[in-house]
């Protein structure tokens, strides 16, 4: 069982920068696509950015340019850089790392509010 820990959320004001990490348990991070989503209330989760393995990326339209996502094998650690922010990208941000017929694992979540 992979345990995934996500930290760096908190309130930001619009046009802030937060960066999110989160780390995992075990060293099968490597072979596995990262990504990071996010559930605002009321709302269904979804996709914010993925890394393969290879490290190639793939973000949601309305985070294009202003969020980065990176990883660092080594450190079986995910990141997100979130610069811009807006009022609309408050909610709790999830990490993932899922594998073609392996289990998906998430981590607990970590709170992002963008107000002034």
């Known amino acids: 069982q992979v345990q995934l820990v996500e930290s760096g959320g908190g309130l930001v004001q619009p046009g802030g920068s937060l960066n999110l990490s989160c780390i995992a348990s075990e060293t099968i991070f490597s072979f596995y696509t990262a990504g990071w989503y996010r559930q605002a209330p009321g709302k269904q989760r979804e996709l914010v950015a993925t890394?393969?393995?290879?490290?190639?990326?793939n973000y949601a339209d309305s985070v294009k340019g202003r969020f980065t996502i990176s990883r660092n094998n080594a450190k079986k650690t995910v990141y997100l850089q979130m610069n811009s922010l807006k009022s609309e990208d408050t909610a709790v941000y999830y990490c993932?790392?899922?594998?073609?017929?392996?289990?998906?694992?998430w981590g607990q979540g970590t709170q992002v509010t963008v107000s002034s």
């Open positions: 890394i393969t393995s290879g490290g190639t990326t």
């Open positions: 993932n790392l899922n594998k073609v017929l392996r289990p998906t694992y």
